[in-house]
């Protein structure tokens, strides 16, 4: 017998005759929280893998500086590109099929780019990379809004989060111990062949909440009571006489409906900022650390590891933050945008590193920085909360697309600025100014987080 249909039938008479449930409840939602994690852990090592294999795949291929620039952008051009589409196959196929696709296409087109002998196969997979991890988030983003309720939902967008920077910080040391050993292609075929078999197991082990064996009533009712977007509310609806909720129909015409409500351009441009300045660190941080402070590659071996584990500690601590403000009352206006805006505004401070000496303190103030657009990484939680029913997905893609613009927009502007004036200085300064507006639209756009209805 499943293990939601056990424990409904444990319990005690209460004092009106009805049956007061005394059983414990499950944790199958951090199971999948699990799951998320890891994904986006892999998720991220297959988009900066690239990184990491350029020295020497730079030299092997004959590539130069500008053309190596344009791989690292390409993977955002298509990645933007389908972040809409991605949405409207998540809202038709559900987060299962979605996730597992995604994964297992991303993976193949890593493991693909340690096989190309030239610029072409390079480009083509970069592309293909992008289209296939843009459903990744918008995933990520459904399966917190159907597994876990409200007052819970900062923390597990936090928790799945930290896996873009844990990959990053503690598995960099060893795929350039891999790639010294084996060569630049041994990065991309045991990256990929690590996300292929993960795309397995998420197959064979998510399921939604009302079909989970290990998820009984009482874990049901609590994810129900908070808000999660499960199965039995519609049936409730149903049996309660009322009819279910419909699946919402999409046309190109609902986008701009959707952009007319502050709460999401404004969460958007949020985004915007604190994505530019996380790219930065994708990109330019190693050269930034190489030319600008003129470090020796092993100390930046070694310095680079410290802002992305501050950057890790940030998003578990924006996440708890916001949640513990929810739970001790506090409206969702405060509790979900305080920490971002905190963030946003302490990321700012990147713009200090251009007036220090010391190396020590340099890389002290970029980890504040990095740890600061952490805590402003809530961003997907909102969505979850001012999505309109039925279109999570499209209003995941809008929101991402507008924030991987980040990915195509900060390279290019970062380098055209390096360029043209052979230092870091104004870089550090656009980055710093682009989260202090960020920080603004928080303040001034995005109003209150509720909801969104749209009417014909």
């Not at 092997?60 to 949405?87: H, T």
């Not at 995604?102 to 992008?130: E, I």
């Not at 992305?308 to 998003?315: D, K, P, R, T």
């Amino acid at each position: 017998m499943p293990q939601s249909i056990q424990s409904s039938s444990a319990g005690a008479p209460a004092q009106d005759g009805k049956t007061v449930s005394t059983a414990r409840r499950s944790k199958a939602r951090y199971k999948i929280l699990a799951l998320l994690a890891v994904g986006t852990m892999i998720n991220y090592l297959d988009r900066t893998v690239l990184g990491i294999a350029a020295p020497q795949l730079t030299r092997e291929l004959g590539i130069n500086a500008a053309l190596m620039g344009l791989l690292f952008s390409v993977f955002s051009w298509s990645y933007v590109a389908a972040q809409i589409p991605g949405g409207l196959f998540l809202d038709r196929f559900g987060s299962k099929l979605t996730y597992f696709l995604s994964m297992t296409f991303w993976s193949l087109c890593t493991l693909a780019q340690g096989l190309v002998h030239g610029v072409g196969g390079l480009f083509a997979f970069r592309l293909g990379l992008g289209v296939s991890e843009a459903p990744c988030f918008p995933t990520n983003s459904r399966v917190v809004a159907t597994w876990f309720p409200q007052s819970e939902r900062a923390m597990a967008t936090g928790t799945y989060t930290v896996g873009e920077y844990i990959g990053l910080a503690f598995f960099s040391p060893f795929l350039f111990m891999l790639m010294g050993a084996f060569g630049w292609r041994s990065l991309f075929l045991v990256v990929g062949g690590v996300g292929i078999v993960f795309g397995v197991i998420w197959w064979l082990l998510y399921r939604e909440p009302h079909d989970h064996p290990s998820a009984n009533q009482e874990e049901l009712d609590y994810i129900e009571a908070g808000g999660g977007l499960t199965q039995r509310n519609k049936d409730a609806a149903g049996a309660a006489g009322s009819a279910a909720p419909k699946k919402s129909g999409f046309e190109w015409r609902t986008i701009g409906k959707l952009l007319k409500h502050r709460q999401l351009t404004g969460i958007c441009l949020g985004q915007f900022a604190g994505n530019s300045t996380l790219v930065f660190f994708l990109t330019w941080f190693p050269t930034y650390l190489a030319t600008e402070r003129h470090m020796a590659w092993l100390k930046i071996g070694f310095f680079a590891i410290m802002p992305f584990i501050a950057a890790s500690v940030g998003v578990m601590f924006g996440g708890v933050f916001s949640d513990w403000l929810l739970r001790r009352g506090k409206s969702p206006n405060v509790a979900r945008k305080l920490p971002i805006i905190a963030g946003l505004l302490l990321a700012s401070t990147i713009i200090l590193a251009n007036y220090v000496e010391s190396n020590v303190v340099v890389i002290a103030i970029l980890s504040v920085a990095f740890f600061a657009q952490g805590m402003a990484a809530l961003g997907w939680t909102l969505v979850s909360d001012i999505a309109p029913e039925g279109l999570l997905g499209v209003t995941g893609g809008i929101f991402n697309f507008a924030a991987n613009l980040a990915g195509i927009i900060t390279p290019l502007v970062v380098g055209l600025i390096v360029a043209a004036t052979g230092s870091f200085v104004g870089a550090l300064v656009f980055i710093g100014v682009i989260a202090l507006i960020g920080a603004l639209s928080y303040i001034f756009v995005v109003g209150d987080i509720k909801r969104i209805v749209l009417v014909d």
